[in-house]
């Protein structure tokens, strides 16, 4: 079984601060790891995922995520908070090869000036 | 690219009724579509995978008999929720995932931008 956990149910920064939205995985196999912002009433938005290559992958929005195998983590960071990215963000793992997709419980970042 | 639209965005319907979600890819084909579910403040829960031309996969405790999945073409899947009652409602959201070996991005799921249906 696949699984993610993302332990932090709110992130607090004030703008221009860094961020970083944690998210740890279990999967057999190599993982495919996704990130998707969702705002409200609206669908998920893809911002950015980690299939193969280099660990650090940077994706929309000045958003960035690291793979760190050892740890089963694939933590989301932006150097520079704005308040628009308040929002409600959610890491997936899917098994290479698989279908389906595991989401988070999701993490809701609020920045504040 | 990789757009993914639902019709309509919201819904409101009296209980007993039938409601159908359309879901589609505009500007690319999904061999492969899903439908989740969503509750306030909560994940996405998916109810079932959909594949062009054979029948959906659901998740175990999904009625596929309530919660009918026809995936006709690779650019469209619809959800019909039959006899709808209040517990039904709730926020519907589909995704297709790019397929193709020359298409940038086949391993993502791009989601549309959800259903809100409310039950009276």
């Known amino acids: 079984a696949q699984s993610v956990a993302q332990p932090e149910d709110q992130v607090n920064v004030a703008e221009g601060n860094p961020l970083t939205v944690k998210c740890t995985y279990s999967v057999s196999g190599n993982p495919y790891l996704f990130w998707y912002v969702q705002y409200p009433n609206r669908g998920l938005q893809f911002l950015l995922k980690?299939?193969?290559?280099?660990?650090l992958v940077k994706g929309s929005y000045g958003f960035e995520a690291e793979f760190n195998k050892s740890q089963t983590s694939f933590h989301l960071k932006k150097p520079s908070a704005l308040v628009s990215d308040s929002a409600l963000y959610f890491c997936?793992?899917?098994?290479?090869?698989?279908?389906?997709?595991?989401f988070g419980t999701g993490t809701q970042l609020k920045v504040e000036l | 690219g990789a757009v993914v639209s639902q019709h309509p965005s919201w819904v409101i319907c009296k209980s007993g009724t039938s409601v159908k979600i359309e879901c589609r890819s505009l500007d690319f084909q999904a061999t492969t579509m899903f439908w989740y579910r969503q509750f306030p403040k909560q994940s996405l829960m998916l109810m079932a995978t959909s594949n062009e031309g054979s029948k959906a996969t659901y998740e175990q405790g999904v009625e596929k008999d309530k919660f009918l999945i026809n995936h006709a073409s690779l650019t469209l899947s619809t959800l019909t929720v039959t006899s709808a009652h209040p517990e039904d409602s709730s926020f519907y959201i589909c995704?297709?995932?790019?397929?193709?070996?020359?298409?940038?991005?086949?391993?993502?799921?791009?989601f549309g931008p959800g259903t809100r249906l409310t039950v009276l």
């Open positions: 995704s297709a995932r790019v397929t193709g070996r020359h298409v940038r991005g086949t391993d993502t799921q791009y």
């Open positions: 980690y299939i193969t290559g280099d660990n």
């Open positions: 997936a793992v899917r098994k290479g090869g698989g279908n389906k997709l595991t």
